[in-house]
């Protein structure tokens, strides 16, 4: 899970890329990078590194990257310990130079590459973006048609009907403008704005969350659909087309975590169905009215707020901020690699001593994936007098690898993944443990379809052997 933004149609578009990255600084940590075009000298521009994004852009980098158009990346990696060679956007330059970026993952990676590699391709990393831009480039050079677009089309369509998975992709093209499309099933997101410049032009923005296009002053067109190709040109003139028609299934850890409270997908506000969650899983606390032992409701921050004062205000428990988190610390689920995690979550989390001594907590999360922070927390509150903690997760028992973007490959690392709720609990050392369960979920997303592989191990996409075991 990655963030990526794209202007086009302004004079500041590297700078506004800039800025729309710090806006998705949540979605990854381990490196970021910006590339520009300028239509006029037909020169492209490009800084990528490891680090975040102020860290990246601290010197005078962002001032060189000039042009009306511009794509930038924030990263956080899901194959191993990240090398400088996979850092984005990455560039090809045959046919046509492109620079591309992506949010996601291909589940077909190893025979892709394989494949392209038989057929004389070369690769100089282990980013998967890499495949799409050899399969794109492979079937550009092959492609007809009359104009541009419909060679893109063409190329694209086979692009997208080869490389399995979830991703959303934006890139320059030398010349032809602002391209952005889709997997088949929209897993991964992406929407798309408009502002008009002081001429009276129009810019145009994509991006990962809709709270960048707001911070930035574009209205909200809509999201680039499943299987959709978007390009702009660079007069501004906007052509699509939709290449898939599959079922719409966008990644339901969106709404429980990657994405900002303050955005929305498919008209669905984050906030309010991380509300309605909290709202459900007080009314399973309630069953066997287990909410009687409770006498403090406490969030794990960030993500579960929202969810814990819908609870306290369903259940009529005092809400309390009894976890401090060390803001200069990152998100410890996007870190990479197990130890890594552990350090994290040792260094992020303080307790209030008076909020829980002696008190019965009930602890709430979005989700408990590996189990990691949550027997950290669960610890740390008994350390400081906690009687008794009970743990609440507003997604359902995450049982299944995801292979479309986030980074839990395999079942084995996973805490529910062939365990029962008895043995979760002694696990992670909780007198009692509350899921929310898939009905509702989906009645906290407007009964829309979205991926729930994690939670059933039904995949959209036929999985492998190998990558199964």
């Not at 194959?79 to 291909?106: R, V, W």
């Amino acid at each position: 899970m990655c963030g990526i933004v794209a202007v086009t149609g302004s004079s500041m578009a590297s700078e506004m890329v800039y800025k729309g990255l710090l806006i998705l600084q949540h979605r990854g940590q381990d490196s970021a990078g910006i590339s520009s075009h300028d239509y006029k000298s037909a020169k492209f521009f490009s800084h990528k590194d490891l680090g975040q994004v102020s860290q990246v852009f601290a010197g005078p980098h962002l001032s060189k990257l000039q042009g009306e158009v511009a794509i930038g990346h924030t990263r956080y990696s899901t194959i191993g310990e990240i090398k400088e060679c996979d850092l984005q956007p990455m560039m090809i330059s045959y046919p046509y130079t492109i620079f591309m970026a992506h949010n996601g993952n291909l589940s077909n990676f190893p025979e892709l590459k394989s494949e392209l590699t038989a057929a004389g391709h070369f690769f100089t990393s282990d980013n998967d973006l890499e495949v799409i831009l050899h399969l794109l480039t492979q079937n550009l050079s092959r492609a007809t048609g009359s104009n541009f677009f419909e060679k893109l089309s063409v190329a694209i369509k086979e692009v997208i009907k080869k490389a399995e998975g979830g991703y959303s992709v934006v890139a320059t093209i030398g010349g032809e403008g602002l391209m952005a499309f889709r997997d088949r099933h929209g897993i991964r997101p992406l929407v798309y704005g408009v502002k008009t410049n002081p001429d009276k032009t129009l810019s145009h923005c994509f991006t990962s969350e809709t709270s960048v296009l707001n911070f930035l002053g574009y209205d909200l067109l809509g999201e680039v659909g499943p299987g959709e190709l978007i390009l702009v040109k660079p007069n501004g003139e906007i052509l699509k087309k939709s290449l898939f028609e599959s079922n719409y299934l966008p990644c339901m850890f969106e709404w429980i975590y990657f994405a900002g409270a303050e955005s929305s997908f498919s008209g669905q506000s984050v906030y309010e169905t991380r509300l309605k969650l909290g709202v459900q899983l007080a009314h399973r606390v309630k069953q066997d009215s287990f909410h009687k032992l409770i006498d403090v409701i406490v969030p794990v921050p960030d993500t579960s707020r929202a969810s814990a004062i819908s609870m306290s205000e369903e259940l009529n428990i005092p809400y309390r901020e009894a976890l401090i988190k060390n803001r200069y610390v990152q998100r410890s689920f996007i870190q990479n690699g197990q130890d890594r995690r552990k350090m994290t979550v040792n260094l992020k989390f303080s307790v209030i001593r008076e909020q829980v001594e002696g008190k019965n907590i009930l602890l709430v999360d979005d989700s408990i994936v590996r189990g990691t922070t949550s027997r950290k927390i669960v610890m740390l509150l008994k350390e400081h007098g906690a009687r008794e903690v009970y743990l609440a997760s507003t997604c359902p028992p995450i049982v299944s690898p995801c292979y479309y973007g986030i980074d839990f490959p395999t079942g084995e690392e996973l805490i529910a993944h062939g365990r029962t709720l008895s043995e979760i609990e002694e696990a992670l050392g909780v007198e009692k443990i509350f899921y929310n369960e898939v009905r509702d979920l989906e009645e906290a997303l407007s009964k829309k379809e979205f991926c729930r592989s994690c939670l059933d191990g039904k995949y959209p996409y036929p999985q492998r052997k190998e990558a199964l075991a």
